[in-house]
């Protein structure tokens, strides 16, 4: 196999549909051996007998499962966190459990899954970390995202102390952070907020380039970090948002 990352077994969690699909399949077009997670069986269950690619569900806010999973695979060499949540709604319209929710699925699953594979990685000699923030976090503010952009925070804080705990021994550990993207996730927030083609276009106006971001343009991103060509990249923050954060 030939690649960009060929001989390389990549473990993606969310990977049923949006980024992480559309990363699962160009890994695999790139040589990687890819385990395609997901809790979601449906979609994930149309990438089987795709070349190059596994499937296994996991629920990642289910830390026994993923410690099952750990044990039942091979080491991986990269490990991508792609899995999220998206809550809508200001400090005074998150319930309690919409903030468990969701620092449970975009913090403690990442703190989880590397708490997993990490040792994989640390006895194969070294790996690459992968994880999904934000614009939306420490860099930038948005109405109406309190709990996801605090939780999105706490990604680039929990990526930049892999990052520094672990450089010495092979690891790197690198945050993406998007702006809007158009995913089936989107969609389905647009549609339960009213008139779809109306909230559509309020989110294009939000992006200074006037479109949304692709899942294939986030995948490139995660690709350049999974392959060898991010070998002196580490602790670092991409912004790929269309220019949101300006």
């Known amino acids: 196999m030939t690649g960009r990352l060929a001989n390389k ?8 549909q949006g980024i992480g699909r559309a990363s699962a ?41 993923i410690a099952a999973l750990a044990e039942q695979i091979p080491p991986v060499d990269v490990l991508f966190n792609c899995a999220g949540y998206v809550h809508q709604g200001n400090i005074l319209d998150c319930p309690m459990d919409e903030w468990d929710r969701s620092f449970g699925i975009n913090v403690r699953a990442i703190f989880q899954m ?30 109406e995202r309190c709990a996801y952009g ?26 993406l952070c998007p702006g809007t993207v158009d995913t089936p996730s989107l969609a389905d927030r647009i549609a339960a907020l009213g008139d779809p083609e109306t909230v559509k276009k309020d989110f294009e106006r939000r992006q ?19 392959s060898d060509d991010s070998a002196f990249v580490t602790g670092t923050v991409f912004v790929i948002d269309g220019g949101m954060g300006l």
């Open 114 to 143: 590397v708490q997993g594979f990490l040792p994989g990685m640390l006895a194969s000699g070294g790996g690459s970390i992968i994880n999904m923030a934000s614009v939306v976090s420490s860099i930038k503010g948005v109405p």
């Open 25 to 65: 399949e160009l890994f695999a077009a790139e040589g990687a051996h890819v385990i395609a997670t997901d809790c979601n069986a449906q979609p994930l269950g149309e990438l089987k007998g795709r070349d190059g690619i596994e499937i296994a569900s996991l629920d990642v806010t289910d830390d026994n499962a």
């Open 208 to 226: 200074p380039m006037g479109r949304l971001g692709t899942t294939g343009e986030i995948a490139t991103a995660a690709l350049y970090f999974a």
């Open 150 to 175: 605090a939780s999105k925070a706490a990604v680039v804080g929990l990526t930049k102390s892999i990052a520094a705990d672990y450089v010495r021994m092979g690891i790197r550990c690198n945050a």
């Open 9 to 16: 077994r990549i473990l993606i969690s969310g990977a049923g």
